[in-house]
């Protein structure tokens, strides 16, 4: 059963889906453009194994999709995932972040709020059937909000930075600016590039 208690920030399926690797926010990560985070994700599992499956699951029509494929082969993804896969999807949800200033003014609306996939059945990087689950997906999620609080960074100038040249080579037809979403940065003014000083 969903909460909704107004006492956390959760996303499984609702105000604050964007912080699911489901929801449909593509992310520049180690050189090629996802369709979610869920395929980046679920490809890293067979970098070291097997550029077939990550080819399968980089093309794969959904996030869901991503992750049966990936459950499918799960006999044959590398021997070190389990002591890895904390690390690569924070760095994964760290890139999405960087690339879209709508989930980080949603990330910032969450307060001080404890930030939970509430997911009935994942124990891992939810809360569980039982909600006493470990969670793992929120807390990186406001590891990456403290940042986000202590920094003040436009990710647009002191992140990726470069995003119209790698949309224009996009492999999608038709992606929207979800990363400017009409928040200007009063620095570089949302295109990346600090103005040199007396310009």
Avoid at 26 to 47: D, I
Avoid at 99 to 105: M, P, S
Wanted: hydrophobic share 40%; aromatic share 14%.
């Amino acid at each position: 059963m969903l909460d909704t208690s107004g006492k956390i920030a959760a996303f499984y399926g609702r105000e604050y889906y964007c912080f699911s690797n489901f929801s449909s926010f593509a992310v520049l990560w180690r050189g090629r453009l996802w369709m979610t985070s869920e395929h980046a994700y679920q490809a890293a599992k067979f970098f070291d194994t097997s550029t077939e499956f990550v080819e399968m699951i980089f093309y794969a029509k959904s996030a869901y999709s991503a992750l049966k494929f990936a459950k499918a082969l799960k006999h044959l993804r590398a021997k070190d995932w389990e002591e890895r896969k904390l690390s690569i999807m924070e760095e994964v949800c760290r890139a999405k972040l960087q690339q879209h200033g709508y989930i980080q003014r949603k990330l910032l609306q969450t307060g001080l709020l404890e930030i939970v996939e509430d997911s009935p059945v994942d124990s891992f990087w939810g809360w569980g059937p039982d909600k006493n689950g470990r969670n793992e997906l929120g807390k990186i999620w406001m590891k990456l909000r403290s940042e986000l609080n202590e920094t003040k960074i436009c990710y647009h100038c002191n992140g990726v930075g470069r995003l119209k040249d790698f949309m224009s080579k996009s492999r999608f037809a038709v992606l929207d600016w979800l990363s400017f979403d009409g928040e200007i940065c009063n620095l570089c003014g949302g295109t990346g590039k600090i103005p040199a000083k007396g310009a």
